[in-house]
């Protein structure tokens, strides 16, 4: 599941405001109860390659 969301976070248009500040971006997925689930953390250098 990580993949398509770290594709998305460089290629997404509504995303580049966040590139373009170097963001750290943090996904919690939870299960409809609210129980986690999982935590996937976006650093600027894993989409470095796409910056402006």
Do not use: A, C
């Amino acid at each position: 599941m990580f993949p398509p969301i770290l594709e998305s976070v460089k290629s997404d248009p509504q995303s580049k405001v966040f590139r373009d500040n170097k963001v750290t971006i943090n996904y919690h997925y939870s299960d409809k109860n609210g129980v986690f689930i999982i935590n996937y953390l976006i650093k600027p250098e894993m989409y470095k390659d796409e910056l402006n």
